[in-house]
């Protein structure tokens, strides 16, 4: 595998599960960080992680989760989602905090 | 609020002719921009980007224009391709070290008939 992986590409849940997405970056960065992009609306930043240490957590609920075992890996834990919360979920990853970020194919979730 | 605006949610053009994809930000703090291209069923990538010291960078047919004064900047693609069909964003951030601070815009889909 290369670059930025993200599983499930898609999922479909009820408000009362508990499920997790999962990211995985094979470039050696040290920084990792989780985006919601909602229809029409821009890339919102939700968690961001360097060294893995949480630097970054945008006012983001409680039902969202995020986990980072160690460089390469990231988690967003879901529990009793919202059906706004339906989204396309992205994983990126750079060199430190570096503007340059390469993004996963995301996770379009659907909460029902 | 939003930071970054790109007004325009869609453009279509003719292969071969000139694509130019426009960014308007508020703040003024704002010194470095990015492009990102975004196809279908994929993550973004990395386009361009631009230091507010300069006011163009160019790469092969990609130029990004700045124009700190408007808090504007444009994408030129020259000459288009249909290869180039995908969705454009624009973002900014105030320091080169601050990807936990990138604002992003909404994105402008491009079509290029060919």
């Known amino acids: 595998e290369t670059g930025v992986t993200q599983t499930p590409r898609h999922l479909v849940m009820g408000m009362t599960n508990k499920k997790s997405l999962k990211c995985e970056q094979h470039?050696?960065?040290?920084?990792m960080y989780w985006y919601k992009q909602s229809a029409k609306k821009p890339l919102e930043l939700m968690f961001v992680?360097?060294?893995?240490?949480?630097?970054e957590n945008n006012s983001v609920p409680s039902r969202f989760s995020p986990e980072c075992p160690n460089s390469s890996h990231l988690f967003l834990h879901l529990h009793t989602l919202q059906p706004e919360d339906s989204a396309l979920y992205l994983c990126?990853?750079?060199?430190?905090?570096?503007?340059?970020?390469?993004f996963g194919p995301g996770t379009r979730l659907t909460v029902t | 609020d939003q930071q970054v605006k790109q007004n325009s949610p869609s453009l279509s053009v003719q292969e071969g002719r000139i694509s130019i994809l426009n960014c308007d930000y508020t703040?003024?703090?704002?010194?470095?921009f990015l492009w990102y291209k975004k196809y279908p069923a994929e993550g973004p990538t990395f386009l361009i980007s631009?230091?507010?010291?300069?006011d163009k960078n160019e790469d092969g047919r990609f130029t990004v224009f700045l124009n700190k004064s408007a808090k504007h900047l444009s994408l030129h693609i020259v000459p288009s391709q249909p290869g180039d069909s995908a969705v454009y964003f624009c973002?900014?951030?105030?320091?080169?070290?601050?990807?936990?601070?990138?604002?992003f815009g909404t994105g402008t889909r491009l079509a290029v008939r060919p």
């Open positions: 990126a990853s750079s060199e430190r905090l570096a503007l340059e970020q390469y």
């Open positions: 470039l050696g960065h040290n920084a």
């Open positions: 992680y360097n060294f893995k240490e949480q630097t």
């Open positions: 703040n003024s703090m704002f010194d470095y």
């Open positions: 631009i230091s507010s010291i300069k």
């Open positions: 973002a900014a951030s105030a320091e080169k070290s601050s990807g936990d601070k990138l604002t």
